[in-house]
């Protein structure tokens, strides 16, 4: 008896609980549906400087131009659910939105949970050796510095990787 109370109290819940969610999730859709939102990453590319070789120390580095880093994503089951490559601009910089970037499961496959850049290459034939500064080899991990981009019916969600480095290999 007490079983069969319980059951209809949860159940009651239950109902109740998915009326309530319905609700909001269709006031969200409707932002959603007039408002694009990007997943974006960004960082530096940096020749480390050979007086500081075998440190993480980034005193006198050059940013690399033409640079690639990949970005990798992957879900709960440690698949890769997401690949890009992304090249530096002139200064070093990177800044790639995640076209195609989805989530399953909004905590599991989150960007912050689930998401890497690595060093890919760099175009310098004297700064070519990756190093694992903020590991760029093993995968830098995402940071969020509560940087979003608005325009019109558009906001990005931007996410900061790095610095990463590559160093000479003669020093």
Sequence with gaps: MANQHLMAVFSLLLI?????TSEAVN????????TKIDVAVE????CQSCKLKGTWSLVDAKPISSAKVSIICKDQKDR????????????????QILEGFTMKHYILDHPLHGCTVHLVSSPLPSCKL????NYGLDGAA???????LFGTKYEA????????VFRPAQC
């Design 16 to 20: 109740l609980s998915l009326a309530f």
């Design 43 to 46: 960082g530096m590319v940096y």
């Design 80 to 95: 890769v659910s997401f690949y890009q490559v992304a090249e530096t601009d002139e200064t070093g910089y990177f800044y």
């Design 27 to 34: 006031e969200d859709l409707s932002y959603e549906e007039q």
């Design 130 to 133: 990756v190093t694992n500064i």
């Design 157 to 164: 969600v931007v996410y900061t990787a790095g610095p990463l």
């Design 142 to 148: 995402l940071h969020y510095n509560n940087k979003r």
